[in-house]
């Protein structure tokens, strides 16, 4: 009796890095260029789909829009990978970087399906960059940390830091709860002075960034739109001095 193996295909989680399509790495690239079928999410640059030729498929999540539910998305990368397809699940950023990529791996792991991770640049070091703002810098911040500012129904508290002045905070998908987390690091010593920089549509040409203090963020961001990036920090200060006579990117007036 003959009996035809069951071929599996392989699942890549490949980081699009922050904004602008020429910002993915090689290796994802070329994951993309071998590709059978492509999950994409919606904080990418369509345009790096562009002569691609594999089949795409819409899987995009956000915040008060119409959004693929995590389930769904699981099932099309097992039901695609146990047809033999090669598959990459090309998301924003970096794959692991506060996004699902880690459910996901384990998912398909404990199914047997294999699993390659594909770094990408996430937004927690590229937007401040491209704000032409250095996360750490000598003589101001020897360390950073990143929190999501996104929280679910049961979820009440951030995992803040405590004030340094020699820390910087990045929060990702924060502007709806600015005014909490905003509140949290005034009660944990965050002086209202503290500089603070929103980054939206970080990497793309209608990226703009608005400056401003803790005193001030909740006045000063009511026009903010997702994604944004928030920067907290005297590195924010920097941004004058990394711009010189040039322009680092689109500023708001």
Same mark, same amino acid.
């Given at each position: 009796?003959?009996?035809t193996?069951i071929?599996r295909g392989?699942?890549?989680? !490949?980081?699009?890095?922050?904004?602008a399509a020429?910002l993915?790495?090689l %290796?994802?690239? %070329?994951?993309?260029?071998?590709?059978?079928?492509?999950l994409y $999410?919606n904080?990418?640059? +369509?345009?790096?789909?562009?002569?691609?030729?594999?089949?795409q498929?819409y899987?995009g999540k956000?915040?008060?829009?119409?959004s693929?539910p995590?389930?769904?998305?699981? $099932?099309?990368?097992?039901?695609? #990978?146990l047809a033999?397809?090669?598959v990459?699940?090309?998301?924003?950023?970096?794959?692991? !970087?506060?996004?699902?990529?880690?459910e996901? /791996?384990?998912h398909l792991a404990?199914l047997?399906?294999?699993?390659t991770?594909?770094?990408?640049v #996430?937004?927690c070091i590229a937007?401040p *960059?491209?704000?032409g703002?250095?996360?750490t810098h000598?003589?101001v911040a020897?360390? +950073?940390t990143?929190v #999501?500012g996104?929280r679910?129904? @049961? *979820?009440l508290d +951030?995992?803040?830091?405590? +004030?340094?002045p020699r820390t910087?905070l990045?929060?990702l998908?924060?502007?709806s709860?600015?005014?909490?987390w905003r *509140?949290h690091l005034? @009660?944990l010593g965050?002086? *209202?002075a503290?500089?603070v920089?929103f980054i939206?549509d970080a990497?793309?040409?209608?990226q703009t960034v /608005?400056?401003t203090?803790?005193a %001030?963020?909740?006045?000063? #961001?009511?026009e903010l739109k997702?994604p944004?990036?928030?920067? !907290?920090?005297?590195? !924010?200060n920097l941004?004058?001095a990394?711009?010189g006579e040039?322009e680092?990117?689109?500023?708001?007036?």
């Amino acid at each position: 009796m003959n009996v035809t193996p069951i071929r599996r295909g392989r699942v890549y989680l !490949v980081g699009a890095g922050p904004g602008a399509a020429d910002l993915i790495t090689l %290796r994802g690239y %070329r994951a993309l260029q071998a590709a059978d079928v492509i999950l994409y $999410d919606n904080l990418i640059d +369509f345009a790096v789909l562009d002569g691609i030729t594999a089949e795409q498929v819409y899987v995009g999540k956000r915040a008060g829009q119409h959004s693929v539910p995590q389930e769904r998305t699981s $099932d099309m990368l097992v039901r695609y #990978s146990l047809a033999g397809k090669t598959v990459v699940r090309l998301k924003g950023g970096d794959p692991t !970087v506060l996004g699902r990529g880690g459910e996901e /791996a384990i998912h398909l792991a404990q199914l047997g399906i294999p699993v390659t991770m594909v770094p990408g640049v #996430s937004n927690c070091i590229a937007a401040p *960059e491209l704000a032409g703002i250095p996360v750490t810098h000598r003589g101001v911040a020897d360390s +950073f940390t990143v929190v #999501s500012g996104h929280r679910r129904g @049961d *979820e009440l508290d +951030f995992s803040l830091p405590p +004030f340094h002045p020699r820390t910087t905070l990045v929060i990702l998908m924060g502007v709806s709860t600015l005014p909490i987390w905003r *509140e949290h690091l005034l @009660d944990l010593g965050w002086p *209202e002075a503290t500089p603070v920089a929103f980054i939206t549509d970080a990497g793309r040409a209608e990226q703009t960034v /608005a400056t401003t203090t803790l005193a %001030r963020a909740l006045e000063d #961001s009511q026009e903010l739109k997702t994604p944004t990036t928030a920067v !907290v920090g005297e590195v !924010v200060n920097l941004r004058q001095a990394m711009h010189g006579e040039g322009e680092l990117g689109a500023e708001t007036a």
